[in-house]
Structures are given as structure tokens and as C-alpha cells.
């Protein structure tokens, strides 16, 4: 399933999310030997992941960019805890991460089942305007990169809408365009998927291979405290499959692919 994913993007990526609702120790001074033994014991298990380093309320450790294999970073912020894998080689290998983290943050973090706010995996899908390498691009294409995300997402998903016409107000170009869907799932309120399409603006004198990216996310959440903690790796999985499972079936036929193909064509 990875390698069908991965084919239609430039790069794929598994990201976890758990909320809380008292805050972590991340400030000055603050669980300093804490978070450093709950990374210390992480890297352990993954022995690529060196990179260590603080931003104002978050701490982070990840594989240096210049390593090979899969990309892994894990976070801890103020009032979550946060992992990612870009570009996995599989989607259970990106969630053995996920289930470990969950697995041991409660012990390093001190998190009770009653601080649980919610719990979403996401997945990721970057897609490079065609001057850019992406996969199952054809490289003679003539490049299209002056053309803003914006229109292109505009154009892919809502040319032949009943809001077409807002595309074609005379003397105007889409500067916005950033659908985000969401629904319950299988009933249960608690339990929700988000269909999102994220634009970023293009900075001038941007190379190719610098240019930011326009992103489709797939996240399936599960909001409300758990009974015990030991749910949360099985929910993190529940929540994986439940996810892939939309992007197969929705995002890539109804997102990805027509926004790739609006790429192509420069329309």
C-alpha cells in the first residue's frame, strides 16, 4: 500500500498526535532529566535518531537529514506529544514508532488516562509543482511552477462546481484555496476524519527544488479520555488503518490525482 501512496506524491509521511490537557514539562528548567530519558530510552530502538534539539516549548528528536532510510522525528510540546515518519517503507514500521511512543510516554511523562484530550494519526501526502521531481512525472513536461497553488487547487477540485463562477470573477486569481472536510466515523461522535488541503505561498526567487509543496492530509481522530493507557497503541493502529483505508478509497482518486493532474496540465 506504501508504494501505491508514494507513487502518486513526492513524499509520504505517518504523523501521530497525542492531546493533553495539562501541560508537559517543556519549559526553562522544567523535566529537563524527564524528556532526555524518555528520548535517551527512544533512541534506543531506533539508533538513527540523533538529531536533538529545543525550541520555545517543544523539544525534539529526529534522524539527521543526511541519513538514509525513513525520516523519524518525535516531539514533545507544551501540551502534546507528537511523531512523524516521511517516506516509511512500510505503514507498520511507521506505526511501531507510534505504538512505542504511546507506550512509554505515559511512564517517562507522567500521563493519566484522565489527560488524554485526543489521539489522531495523520497521513501526508506532498505534491510538487511539475518543474519539481515527483514520481510518475514525466521530466520533459514543460514546467508550470509560475502558476499559484492556489489556482491549481482551485482548478482541480471545483472547476466544474457550482463555484466555478467565483473562479472566474474578471481581473482575479485564487489567492486562498484550502477545502477541509470532516466527518464522523461509523457513527460515532467521538471518533472523525479530516479531509485538508494545505497551500503554501511560493517566494520569490525560489529554486524548484525549494518551492514549497501543496499537501493533502488524511487524519483520523479519536477525541475524550481512554479507560486505561494501555488502549492507545491499539487505537493509534485503529485509527492507521482507518485513515489508509480513506486515502485509498477518497483522497487520492477525489484530491490527490486531480490536483496532480491540474499540475500537469497548467490549466
Same mark, same amino acid.
Given at each position: 500500500?506504501? *508504494?501505491?501512496?508514494?507513487a502518486?506524491?513526492?513524499?509520504?509521511?505517518?504523523?501521530?498526535? +497525542?492531546?493533553?490537557? @495539562?501541560?508537559?514539562?517543556?519549559?526553562?528548567?522544567?523535566? /529537563?532529566?524527564?524528556?532526555?530519558?524518555?528520548?535517551? /530510552?527512544?533512541?534506543? $530502538?531506533?539508533?538513527?535518531?540523533?538529531?536533538?534539539?529545543?525550541?520555545?516549548?517543544?523539544?525534539?528528536?529526529?534522524?539527521?537529514?543526511?541519513?538514509?532510510?525513513?525520516?523519524?522525528?518525535?516531539?514533545?510540546?507544551?501540551?502534546?506529544? /507528537?511523531?512523524?515518519?516521511?517516506?516509511?517503507?512500510?505503514?507498520?514500521?511507521?506505526?511501531?514508532l507510534?505504538?512505542?511512543?504511546?507506550?512509554?510516554?505515559?511512564?517517562?511523562?507522567?500521563? !493519566?488516562?484522565?489527560?488524554?484530550?485526543?489521539?489522531?494519526?495523520?497521513?501526508?501526502?506532498?505534491?510538487?509543482?511539475? *518543474?519539481?521531481?515527483?514520481?510518475?512525472?514525466?521530466?520533459?513536461?514543460?514546467?508550470? !511552477?509560475?502558476?499559484?497553488?492556489?489556482?491549481?487547487?482551485?482548478?482541480?477540485?471545483?472547476?466544474?462546481?457550482? @463555484?466555478?463562477?467565483?473562479?472566474?470573477i474578471?481581473?482575479?486569481?485564487?489567492? *486562498?484555496?484550502q477545502?477541509?472536510?470532516?466527518?464522523?466515523?461509523?457513527?460515532?461522535?467521538?471518533?472523525?476524519?479530516?479531509?485538508?488541503?494545505?497551500?503554501?505561498p511560493?517566494?520569490a526567487?525560489q529554486?524548484?527544488?525549494?518551492?514549497?509543496?501543496?499537501?493533502?492530509?488524511?487524519?483520523?481522530?479519536?477525541?475524550?479520555?481512554?479507560?486505561? +493507557?494501555?488502549?492507545?497503541?491499539?487505537r493509534?493502529?485503529?485509527?492507521?488503518h /482507518?485513515?489508509?483505508?480513506?486515502?485509498?478509497?477518497?483522497?487520492?482518486?477525489?484530491l490527490?490525482?486531480?490536483?496532480?493532474?491540474?499540475?500537469l $496540465?497548467?490549466?
Amino acid at each position: 500500500m506504501v *508504494d501505491s501512496f508514494r507513487a502518486v506524491c513526492s513524499d509520504f509521511y505517518i504523523n501521530l498526535k +497525542l492531546g493533553l490537557k @495539562l501541560e508537559l514539562p517543556t519549559g526553562p528548567g522544567a523535566g /529537563r532529566d524527564t524528556v532526555l530519558s524518555f528520548f535517551e /530510552r527512544l533512541r534506543r $530502538s531506533h539508533p538513527a535518531m540523533t538529531g536533538f534539539r529545543r525550541y520555545e516549548g517543544e523539544m525534539e528528536l529526529d534522524t539527521p537529514q543526511d541519513s538514509p532510510g525513513p525520516q523519524q522525528w518525535a516531539a514533545v510540546k507544551r501540551t502534546s506529544i /507528537r511523531a512523524g515518519s516521511v517516506n516509511p517503507d512500510t505503514i507498520e514500521k511507521a506505526l511501531a514508532l507510534h505504538r512505542e511512543i504511546l507506550e512509554l510516554a505515559p511512564f517517562y511523562l507522567s500521563i !493519566s488516562p484522565l489527560d488524554v484530550e485526543m489521539i489522531e494519526v495523520l497521513f501526508g501526502f506532498d505534491l510538487h509543482l511539475p *518543474d519539481q521531481a515527483v514520481p510518475g512525472i514525466d521530466s520533459t513536461t514543460e514546467p508550470t !511552477s509560475a502558476q499559484s497553488p492556489d489556482a491549481v487547487v482551485a482548478e482541480a477540485l471545483f472547476a466544474d462546481s457550482p @463555484l466555478a463562477p467565483l473562479l472566474r470573477i474578471e481581473g482575479t486569481t485564487p489567492s *486562498d484555496c484550502q477545502p477541509l472536510f470532516g466527518v464522523t466515523i461509523d457513527g460515532d461522535p467521538h471518533t472523525e476524519a479530516y479531509f485538508e488541503v494545505k497551500t503554501r505561498p511560493t517566494r520569490a526567487g525560489q529554486s524548484g527544488e525549494q518551492a514549497e509543496p501543496i499537501s493533502v492530509y488524511v487524519t483520523a481522530r479519536h477525541t475524550g479520555p481512554c479507560a486505561s +493507557l494501555d488502549e492507545l497503541p491499539g487505537r493509534c493502529t485503529a485509527l492507521a488503518h /482507518r485513515a489508509a483505508g480513506l486515502c485509498e478509497s477518497v483522497a487520492i482518486p477525489s484530491l490527490i490525482v486531480p490536483i496532480r493532474d491540474a499540475m500537469l $496540465s497548467g490549466s
